[in-house]
């Protein structure tokens, strides 16, 4: 009876630490998304800017080139721009999307759509920028928030299976 018991408080502190580890992953996960559309937004340029395709093909591209939900975004933005203009299927897109982005973030990139497909290529490759200077910022911002957090999750996973592992004997 003794063994089951420690047996059970043990699953106890493993199963609390496990939950805190994917409290704090969700922090790890939004510094890796937003790298990941930076490097989409880095390949969007470099493709507006040398190869004068249509944006339903650079889109298609990134999404062959980037996996993960972020691929997804673009991919999913892709299929929308045959029905639709560009800035009203890449809002669309990052609407249905679920990915580990903040709403900020979301709303950052939604930054992209008024003139996308509407303007000509440097105002295009203007906007791309812009946007990837506030993505530096939101990506500053998650950076700091995953050092504080990820930690911060982790430990109270373990202090609480440990707590409640104590309460119980």
């Not at 922090?27 to 880095?42: C, D, G, I, P």
């Not at 390949?43 to 939900?69: C, D, H, M, R």
């Not at 900020?104 to 990837?132: H, M, N």
């Amino acid at each position: 009876m003794i063994v089951i018991k420690y047996i059970l408080l043990i699953l106890i502190v493993v199963f609390s630490s496990y939950i805190g580890i994917l409290l704090g992953q969700r922090y790890v996960m939004r510094v890796k998304e937003l790298k990941e559309v930076k490097m989409a937004f880095s390949i969007f340029l470099s493709k507006i800017k040398f190869t004068y395709e249509a944006l339903p093909q650079v889109f298609g591209e990134i999404a062959t080139s980037i996996k993960g939900n972020i691929g997804s975004i673009f991919q999913q933005a892709s299929q929308n721009m045959k029905q639709q203009e560009a800035g009203m299927a890449w809002e669309k897109a990052l609407e249905e999307t679920k990915t580990n982005l903040t709403s900020e973030d979301i709303e950052v990139l939604k930054g992209l759509s008024p003139l996308l497909g509407k303007v000509d290529l440097e105002g295009q490759a203007r906007e791309i920028t812009l946007v990837d200077t506030f993505l530096d910022t939101q990506l500053e911002k998650a950076e700091e928030m995953c050092r504080k957090n990820n930690k911060l999750y982790k430990n109270l996973g373990v202090t609480v299976g440990i707590a409640i592992a104590i309460i119980m004997i």
